[in-house]
């Protein structure tokens, strides 16, 4: 029997699972609110190996072994690691940057060129109309609007992000990162370039009551006049994005019936830094399995569950952190034997699943440092 699918969303996890489908013999039908795939900000984005374990290095993984093809901007060869008063250098094969939006080189356009079936722009189709006319219905949105409209999410967090392009000078194959407990409380901010010119200057500010009194404009330029500090230029804004409110979560049940949650709408974005690229993709694959009755998507996506499960401790880890901590990793990534540990396991060939095997230690630091707070 020929299936009739709808995928709603023309973004990471949609584009993944059409590609899927047609590689199995099924022509989606896919529905796209927006002008065209990608058609928003430029951002750019990363994928860091030690993230995605036990995979050791992400694109040729989706190449070999889901044909999916990606062509990233560059590798990462070294993360910067901004404190309040220190710097930390990680250095190795650490990943990929990519990117995003209304850019010809973006990863949503590489993956709209491996589709063949058409697409529906400025769809105004809902999921409630869908789901009566087709066999399956794969939601991805990139949001949780619809999972917390089916009951089926659970919300952790919300989190604010404000962000701009900006040119100034970059080494191309180096992001940064900033934790600063004054400027940006239990948040954090990076620097990812584009190129040897353009780049990305992004704050994370999750909504407590302590953030949301403070005011988002005078917090930017806090941080902004520190990025320019720290890496002594002065840059150009030449376009700017934010959102408010951004629900962190994920669903309790990854596929109801026949509809399946994937991207973020099944809570790809993982709450420790905010990656949710490769997940989206894995899951956009592993719904297609599903429906071609190639794998069981509850089964499939149990380590993507874990993943984040284990992320949302590294989460609360990192808003448990002092500026004093912050300044000990700094300081101490950078001496020889710490910092060849720690090249080792974040590079493509080390084995150490940080998440998971850390999370003992990370909850153990949780439960004194709440306790020392009540
Ligand atoms: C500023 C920023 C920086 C990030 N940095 C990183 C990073 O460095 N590394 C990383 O791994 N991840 C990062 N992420 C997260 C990552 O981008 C997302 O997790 C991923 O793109 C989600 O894929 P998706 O398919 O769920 O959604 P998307 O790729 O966003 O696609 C969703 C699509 O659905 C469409 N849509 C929405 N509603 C409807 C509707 N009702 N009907 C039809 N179409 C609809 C949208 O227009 C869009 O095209 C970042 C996110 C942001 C915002």
Redesign the pocket.
Known sequence: MIMKVAI?????????CAITLEKHGITPFI????AG?????V??????HI?NRPVKNCVPYLREKFGIRLDPLTKVSQIEIHSKHEKGVISGDIGY??I?GRHEDS??RQLRDQVSAPIEYH?????ETLCKGFDAVVL????A??ACRLGNFRADFTGS?R?ATVTGSFQADT?HVWFDCDVLPKGYG?V?PYSDQEA?V?M?SPDYPSNIKRDHEEMWNQFYGMVSQDLHQPFRITDQ?S?KH?IVGICNQPKLENTYF?????G???PG?????????L??VYSAYDICGLGDYAELTKPLRANYENSLILRRFLENMTNEDFDFVAKNINMKLISRFVNNLCDSEGRMDLLKDVTPLMKLFNRLQEGKNR
Not at 37 to 41: A, K
Not at 273 to 281: K, L, N, R
Request: proline share 1%; charged share 15%; hydrophobic share 40%.
């Open positions: 709603i969303g023309a973004g990471m996890a949609g584009l993944s529905f796209e609110k927006r795939v990608g058609d928003r900000f951002n750019a984005e990363s994928m860091f993230l940057l990519n995003r990863y949503d769809s105004e189709q809902e999921y991805a949105t990139g949001d609007e619809y992000v962000g992001p990076w990812i990305n992004v994370f994005f959102f951004y994937t991207g973020n709408c099944f790809a974005v993982s830094f905010g990656f949710g690229q490769f997940t989206s993709i899951t956009g």
